[in-house]
């Protein structure tokens, strides 16, 4: 049972415009979330992350948000670089002592120049 | 400071060969990690250790054994690999989880195939 979701494999965005990528999760015990990017032949690397205090939280060209009613989560990047193109992983876990990650299967960020 | 490392990079096993994975962290880091991804399944936990001397089980942990001896290295050993056990493993470290906000740092990977 995938617990975090990310139903979009790829996505392709032109250079300069806005790429958004989504992420779905079931368990209602995740209190915080974050996305890791990870490039070919390299381990992945994080990104942002978000609190279920919070519902945005921005660093730069990267915002996430976050929908807790509808246990939904999406990134923001503006604008879109081709440096950005990559895999995009959502992974989650909760906060009492576990360190855990639920990974999501990621999306596959192609920006076009 | 290299941060996460793993050895070997590529590895080619027979049915039934045993190997061990190694992966060491210069951080000082209380947590490790090994996870492998598979297309379409995303990055699922094998084992993780939370100090020295502690292992446990995470997601998938059937076929793989694990020892954490020292603080810095965490070992992956597979005693009779199968087919099914062809993936990219990677392992990964983070500090203690005092915040709660402490991010896993990933070594480059191991792509493994069994024939």
């Known amino acids: 049972d995938q617990q975090v979701k990310q139903n979009s494999p790829s996505l392709s965005v032109q250079e300069g415009r806005i790429s958004i990528l989504n992420c779905d999760y079931t368990n209602s015990m995740f209190d915080y979330f974050l996305w890791y990017k990870k490039y070919p032949a390299e381990g992945p690397t994080f990104l942002i992350s978000i609190s279920s205090i919070k519902d945005k939280n921005e660093d730069g060209r990267f915002t996430v948000f976050l929908n807790k009613s509808a246990k939904h989560l999406s990134l923001h990047i503006v604008p879109s670089q081709p440096g950005d193109s990559a895999v995009y992983f959502c992974?989650?876990?909760?906060?009492?002592?576990?360190?855990?990650?639920?990974f999501g299967t990621g999306t596959r960020l192609t920006i076009i120049p | 400071n290299a941060g996460v490392t793993q050895t070997p990079k590529f590895r080619v096993l027979k049915t039934g060969q045993s190997m061990t994975l190694l992966c060491a962290q210069d951080m000082n880091h209380e947590y490790m990690y090994w996870y492998r991804q598979d297309p379409g399944m995303g990055l699922r936990l094998i084992h993780y250790?939370?100090?020295?001397?502690?292992?446990a089980k995470g997601e998938v942990p059937d076929g793989y054994n694990v020892s954490r001896l020292k603080k810095q290295n965490f070992l992956l050993g597979l005693e009779s690999a199968a087919p099914s056990q062809t993936s990219v493993y990677f392992c990964a470290s983070s500090q203690t989880h005092s915040t709660g906000t402490d991010t896993q740092y990933f070594g480059p990977g191991t792509r493994l195939t069994v024939l």
């Open positions: 250790s939370v100090g020295e001397g502690t292992t």
């Open positions: 992974a989650a876990k909760w906060d009492f002592g576990n360190e855990k990650l639920t």
